[in-house]
């Protein structure tokens, strides 16, 4: 079991209503700290989140970086499913799920454009999975602690989570 009291509070994030929890592995987070967009001339990049389950923990314990081929386009990485699926069956044979995807915003606060809230619908509905809902972050461009967006996805409905501890509960 892992013990949540130690994790940075930006790391864990309860799925109101499920008794679940997502945390966020500490290589995790140094994934979306390195490609934080805090230059203009750094590009939008992204990749898949893979998890471990330990429920009610959810343990997102990788973040796979930026490809090269991606970052010819300013947005959305991961279009290509070929890929994604080579990439999926590597990580689901190390027992780790495929759990939903991250990205960069240049903005301090990120919040999901309408195109990401489509593409996630999408993935949702495209993606052999087992899972109630995809999970997306978006890292946004502070320079001092990870701003992150967090949001729960399904095919119709999408639900953000709040870190441990932002709403004085703890
Ligand atoms: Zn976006």
Redesign the pocket.
Known sequence: MLSLKRQKSNAVFPVLGSGQTLVFSPKVLKVFKTHRQISRSQP?S?GLLFAKFDLPIIKIDIATPPQLEDRKSR??FVSNPDTRRTVVRRYFRKGLHFIGEW???PQSD?T??G??VN?MKDLFRQSEHELNYFVMV?IGNRTGNLSLWVSLHDANDMHQLHPCGSTGQS
């Open positions: 939008e992204g947005f959305f990205h960069t915003h990120p999901p454009s195109l990401d593409s978006i």
